[in-house]
Every structure is written in C-alpha cells, then in structure tokens.
Nanobody, 128 residues
Framework: QVQLVESGGGLVQAGGSLRLSCVAS????????MGWFRQAPGKERLFAGG???????RLPDSVKGRLTISRDNDKNTAYLQMNSLKPEDTAVYYC??????????????????????WGQGTQVTVSS
C-alpha cells in the first residue's frame, strides 16, 4: 500500500502561484511514477503532469510553461509548481502513484485509471 497526502492548495488571484506537495508513505517511493490530475466540478479528471523516479517528466501542452512537476526522492515527496494561474485552473488536484516495473521503459501514463494509489485531493481556486 502507498498512502498519499496532498497539501498546498488554496485561494489565489489570477496570475498568482501555488506549489502543491504530495507526501508518500508505505512502499518504496522510487518504484512509482507520480502523477498529478485535476478535476473541476462536473468535468472529467484530467492529467496535469507526471514524473518518473529518475526525473523524466511529461506535461500536457495546455499547461507547459506554467506548471512544473518535480520530486524529492529522499523526502518521498512530489511537487506541482503552478505559475500564472488562471480561473480555469480551478479544480481539485490529486496526486497519484503508478507502479513502474523494473526495466520498464515506457512513457508516463496520462490515463487516470492506470494509477494505483490516490491522495484525497486539494482544492485550488483561482479568482479573476
């Protein structure tokens, strides 16, 4: 089992920044890709970024240049740095962990139901 706890959400004005954190406990953090997803009310859960243990990242085009994903393996923590926030970024943000089998060289998944463990989510609200 892997437990994930997000923090760092809140209310921010358009153009502002937030950094979300996701602390993992349980199984070996290095065995998991970490993903961030977001879900606005009434909308589907969307991929916001992912990172492998070694630091390879994947970001959707819609957030490139504004969102950055990173991780500190010594602290078992993944981060989502969000800059130049827009009202349309308002959503609940979830971190998720996906097991990566040793030797597997495939890309980072952007499909939410391929992830094995989820945090409880943190609300991000961007006011105009």
């Amino acid at each position: 089992q892997v437990q994930l706890v997000e923090s760092g959400g809140g209310l921010v004005q358009a153009g502002g920044s937030l950094r979300l954190s996701c602390v993992a406990s349980g199984r070996t953090f290095s065995s998991y890709d970490m993903g961030w997803f977001r879900q606005a009310p009434g909308k589907e859960r969307l991929f916001a970024g992912g990172i492998t243990w070694s630091g390879s990242t994947r970001l959707p085009d819609s957030v490139k240049g504004r969102l950055t994903i990173s991780r500190d393996n010594d602290k078992n923590t993944a981060y989502l740095q969000m800059n130049s926030l827009k009202p349309e970024d308002t959503a609940v943000y979830y971190c998720a962990a996906k097991f990566r089998r040793r030797g597997y060289s495939g890309g980072i998944s952007d499909v939410w139901n391929e992830y094995d463990y989820w945090g409880q989510g943190t609300q991000v609200t961007v006011s105009s």
